[in-house]
């Protein structure tokens, strides 16, 4: 049973530039989560996607969207990129039950500098 | 502001000792408690969820949780070297609609002396 992938592993793009990442989540897993962590910081919530639409999102402005794709697997697109975007990206999976989110399993990451 | 607050660290532990790890948060209607382990320059790894107040036990991992204190922690006993790494704390947070989100404290970085 394949976990979360995540590609690509590491990133390097110029400030100005676009990027995207993309994540398959675990089999059976319905729900995409997508985190930003910067280097000594915990985890922050980007958006989350389920059934194909943004169902709830952190405080990032709109040059961070994404999508999600029938097959559950999802993209994350960041805009007109800046030194300050750069950042462990990490994908996180889960199966939205009736209580909600389910236990949440991270990807590898991708490794994002922006120079 | 839903908040999640985790000392920084590090804690330092001799070999074979018990490490504990603390957390508190903020939104009193989180019904989900869940602790990450994190080496470095890798993703996080869940290590224990908690749903109910009181102690659940995972091998030499137990976690605690009271709600009324809103307040969470970690034991690992019998600590190894290998345990080193920064731990994670995170509350699922509910929102107006019913929606929920996973809030993470900043971590504490353990490390342990042989």
């Known amino acids: 049973d394949a976990g979360v992938t995540q590609s690509p592993t590491h990133l390097i793009k110029t400030r100005g530039q676009q990027v995207t990442l993309r994540c398959s989540p675990k089999s059976g897993h319905d729900t995409v989560s997508w985190y930003q962590q910067a280097l000594g910081q915990g985890p922050q919530f980007i958006f989350q996607?389920?059934?194909?639409?943004?169902?709830q999102r952190g405080n990032f402005p709109d040059r961070f969207s994404g999508h999600q794709f029938p097959n559950y697997s999802s993209e994350l697109n960041v805009n007109a990129l800046l030194l300050g975007d750069s950042a462990l990206y990490l994908c996180?999976?889960?199966?939205?039950?009736?209580?909600?989110?389910?236990?949440?399993?991270f990807g590898p990451g991708t490794r994002l500098t922006v120079l | 502001q839903k908040e999640v607050e985790q000392n920084s660290g590090p804690l330092s532990v001799p070999e074979g000792a018990i490490a504990s790890l603390n957390c508190t948060y903020s939104?009193?209607?989180?019904?989900?408690f869940f602790w990450y382990r994190q080496y470095s320059g890798k993703s996080p790894e869940l290590i224990m969820s908690?749903?109910?107040?009181g102690d659940k036990e995972d091998g030499r991992f137990t976690a605690q949780l009271n709600k009324a204190s809103q307040y969470v922690s970690l034991l690992i006993r019998d600590s190894q070297p290998s345990d080193s790494a920064t731990y994670l704390c995170?509350?699922?947070?509910?929102?107006?609609?019913?929606?929920?989100?996973?809030?993470f404290g900043a971590g504490t970085r353990l490390a342990v002396h042989p």
């Open positions: 996607y389920y059934e194909e639409e943004e169902r």
């Open positions: 995170a509350v699922n947070a509910v929102f107006s609609g019913g929606y929920n989100k996973l809030i």
């Open positions: 996180a999976s889960s199966l939205t039950g009736t209580s909600g989110v389910g236990e949440q399993f």
């Open positions: 908690i749903y109910s107040n």
């Open positions: 939104d009193r209607g989180s019904q989900s």
